[in-house]
């Protein structure tokens, strides 16, 4: 049985090579293949049953061995100030969490210049960011008042920079707090629709007069789906939390918010509401490709 497997991570990881495949993808192979070769078989570990979200990312994963998770994490980059960073998610290891982070970038004249340069785009669509070290991303501290951490230079692109955008310059970006991390086991997942337009649990974050709204990835397939919200609409009851959670209704193009308890015991309590929020959907950031086997 071992055999087989070997053979056919072997034979997968010699098309990702041949046919150009992104490094986050063939990582997942490049994994696999690691532990058939240390004479594991490829399984994800398993989830907790009630994730203990406030505690960080690592805590969520039993036989955390950061080791497995070591990669080049691509990122969704986006926002005016303050700025986001979403991981590129996959189904399975390293890569098979979803999180979401505040940076910053550096206070030096070579970050504000590129702060400015962002800020400039023509285009004011989501950026990425492509990182320029290997590390272990549920090691990430989840606390507000965290030492702030710095990730080595990167290149930052318009769109998304496995698919060809164009780069915009070369920055390290400060982490500064965590706003949302959920580890997952594909195997509890149920079965989805694979559509950001379907019915589906989100989060909503920000500060100011800038409020995101974030698709919880919780089936196969799924979709990772980002995009702005008014912050007159939510200011109220996210407060200066990392985020509430929404279950979300979607019909005719409106996307219909009813606030909900979060797993993480840190964000607020839901505010009552008489109706649920209506807001349009806007398609700022979708990917459903990569949220499925």
Not at 194 to 202: F, H, K, P, T, V
Not at 219 to 236: C, G, K, L, W
Request: aromatic share 12%; hydrophobic share 40%.
């Amino acid at each position: 049985m071992r055999f087989i497997i070997l053979s056919l991570i072997l034979m997968t990881a010699a098309y990702a090579q041949e046919r150009d495949i992104p490094e986050r993808v063939s990582s997942s192979v490049q994994v696999a293949l690691n532990e058939v070769l240390a004479n594991a078989l490829p399984a994800a570990p398993s989830c907790n049953a009630v994730p203990p979200l406030a505690c960080g990312g690592r805590a969520q994963i039993e036989n955390y061995n950061p080791a497995q998770y070591m990669n080049r994490h691509g990122q969704i980059f986006f926002g005016s100030g303050p700025f986001y960073i979403s991981h590129l998610p996959l189904m399975f290891r390293p890569h098979n969490f979803q999180a979401i982070y505040e940076v910053d970038f550096p206070d030096t004249p070579e970050g504000r210049a590129m702060k400015a340069r962002y800020l400039a785009r023509p285009d004011q669509g989501f950026a990425s960011f492509a990182p320029g070290e290997n590390w272990s991303y549920p090691d990430f501290d989840c606390s507000l008042d965290q030492a702030p951490r710095t990730l080595a230079v990167g290149g930052l692109h318009q769109a998304q920079y496995e698919e060809g955008g164009s780069l915009i310059g070369r920055t390290g970006l400060i982490v500064k707090r965590r706003i949302f991390f959920r580890y997952w086991d594909v195997d509890s997942f149920p079965e989805g629709q694979g559509s950001a337009n379907a019915n589906g649990e989100y989060i909503v974050f920000g500060e100011g007069e800038q409020f995101f709204t974030a698709r919880v990835v919780a089936s196969n397939p799924d979709a990772d789906h980002i995009q702005p919200v008014p912050a007159a609409m939510f200011r109220n009851q996210v407060g200066g939390a990392n985020h509430a959670c929404y279950d979300v209704a979607q019909q005719n193009g409106n996307m219909g918010f009813a606030q909900k308890r979060c797993a993480d015991s840190s964000a607020p309590a839901p505010t009552p509401t008489e109706n649920p929020q209506t807001v349009r959907f806007n398609p700022f950031y979708v990917e459903t490709e990569d949220i499925s086997l």
